[in-house]
């Protein structure tokens, strides 16, 4: 019994070393950048001086852009948050030029800044010139995440994004939002 017992400790304490001394593979970030992510939270709307939150889902929230350097991205994105308006889904979205920073190698935060649109959800269309689209500046971006995954050229993160909008209504009105929103992103490097 005891020397089955020594074997097995042997066998566990060599299979727990390998595993602390696997060689960690680095993360490929080079080219061609492509994400998208899916998420909910909070979006808070004024409208014409009228503060509604509700909860929000954001679909497909996406990102494409290039790598400069191996921790450096500079991308267009279009993040947003699906609400309900008079009954109908509404998208409080934006067109964004944004830059990633790589602070660890997991860790990244971003920051951007770009143009604001409120639309009607495109399932909703039934008519496009009878559609009610709005635009404004500024839109605003603050996001960070964290690579919990990753394989090759792929890498699947948590983020946390606040996105700032202000898009300007019929009759002098604007709508302000403020989307607080947690994403899982697939993104592609």
Do not use: C
């Not at 990633?100 to 010139?129: C, E, H, M, R, S």
């Not at 993160?157 to 709508?175: A, C, E, M, T, V």
């Amino acid at each position: 019994m005891r020397k089955i017992l020594i074997l097995s400790l042997t066998i566990m304490s060599n299979y727990v070393f390998a595993q602390t001394n696997l060689d960690k593979q680095p993360v490929l970030r080079k080219g061609f950048v492509i994400g998208f992510g899916l998420g909910a939270g909070a979006l808070t709307l004024n409208t014409n001086d009228t503060t509604q939150t509700s909860f929000s889902t954001t679909l497909p929230n996406i990102k494409v852009g290039y790598m400069l350097n191996e921790r450096l991205a500079l991308l267009a994105l279009l993040p947003g948050a699906n609400y309900k308006y008079d009954g109908k889904d509404r998208g409080f979205e934006a067109v964004m030029v944004a830059g990633q920073y790589w602070i660890k190698d997991n860790w990244w935060v971003l920051g951007g800044t770009g143009l604001t649109f409120d639309a009607p959800a495109f399932y909703d269309v039934k008519d496009p010139k009878t559609a009610v689209f709005h635009t404004g500046v500024p839109a605003f971006i603050f996001a960070t995440g964290y690579e919990v995954w990753h394989k090759g050229r792929f890498a699947l993160d948590l983020q946390y994004r606040i996105f700032l909008g202000k898009s300007n209504l019929p009759n002098s009105g604007h709508r302000e939002g403020v989307s607080n929103m947690f994403i899982v992103g697939f993104n592609w490097y």
